[in-house]
T-cell receptor, first 115, second 114 residues
Framework: QKEVEQDPGPLSVPEGAIVSLNCTYSNSAFQYFMWYRQYSRKGPELLMYTYSSGNKEDGRFTAQVDKSSKYISLFIRDSQPSDSATYLCAMSDLWSSGNTGKLIFGQGTTLQVKP | GAGVSQSPSNKVTEKGKDVELRCDPISGHTALYWYRQSLGQGLEFLIYFQGNSAPDKSGLPSDRFSAERTGGSVSTLTIQRTQQEDSAVYLC????????????FGPGTRLTVL
């Protein structure tokens, strides 16, 4: 079993829909949780970053972390065709990794927003 | 400013050949990471550099894989005697100092082993 599980999709939604993307994980030592967006043939770019449990909002994006359930989510409101991309969750355990910051990624969910 | 650059963008090689992949990190970034993204898989950590040292090589899949970094800048990932299972996109990322600093990714090198 992988440390981080993410449904690969694809997920197809109409423009304007609310999108929910999720990851589960097994390592309770993870403290830092990130969402990256990756367009086709490009490198991932950081979207959201959360430390420990709680919510974080940035414009149309909201990240949620529930450490008790080992579950993280990314919500996209008023989705746009330009949001069509692969969304990767990533996690880090700084203490056991020796503060390297190495990231453990989910498989990525491919999202298509149709006009 | 300039981001992370990688070369070549695409590499096709024959099984058994050696390949070298290059990464130019953002200037001033001391931390550098290599990841591998196989078809339908998330990114898999390979190696971490802090300066020219590699304190974490735990993700290198076999002794055919090696990497070095010189001048605290450019890094080269070398794969010897390539196998078909090495086919993947190899991504490089750099961050200011490692730890919680944001990792900025390059566009990757798409390696195909025939």
């Amino acid at each position: 079993q992988k440390e981080v599980e993410q449904d690969p999709g694809p997920l197809s939604v109409p423009e304007g829909a609310i999108v929910s993307l999720n990851c589960t994980y097994s390592n309770s030592a993870f403290q830092y949780f990130m969402w990256y967006r990756q367009y086709s043939r490009k490198g991932p770019e950081l979207l959201m970053y959360t430390y420990s449990s709680g919510n974080k909002e940035d414009g149309r994006f909201t990240a949620q972390v529930d450490k008790s359930s080992k579950y993280i989510s990314l919500f996209i409101r008023d989705s746009q065709p330009s949001d069509s991309a692969t969304y990767l969750c990533a996690m880090s355990d700084l203490w056991s990794s020796g503060n390297t910051g190495k990231l453990i990624f989910g498989q990525g969910t491919t999202l298509q927003v149709k006009p | 400013g300039a981001g992370v650059s990688q070369s070549p963008s695409n590499k096709v090689t024959e099984k058994g050949k050696d390949v070298e992949l290059r990464c130019d990190p953002i200037s001033g970034h001391t931390a550098l990471y290599w990841y591998r993204q196989s078809l339908g898989q998330g990114l898999e950590f390979l190696i971490y550099f802090q300066g020219n040292s590699a304190p974490d090589k735990s993700g290198l899949p076999s002794d055919r894989f090696s990497a070095e970094r010189t001048g605290g800048s450019v890094s080269t990932l070398t794969i010897q005697r390539t196998q078909q299972e090495d086919s993947a996109v190899y991504l490089c990322a750099s961050s200011l100092g490692g730890g919680v600093d944001t990792q900025y990714f390059g566009p990757g090198t798409r390696l195909t082993v025939l």
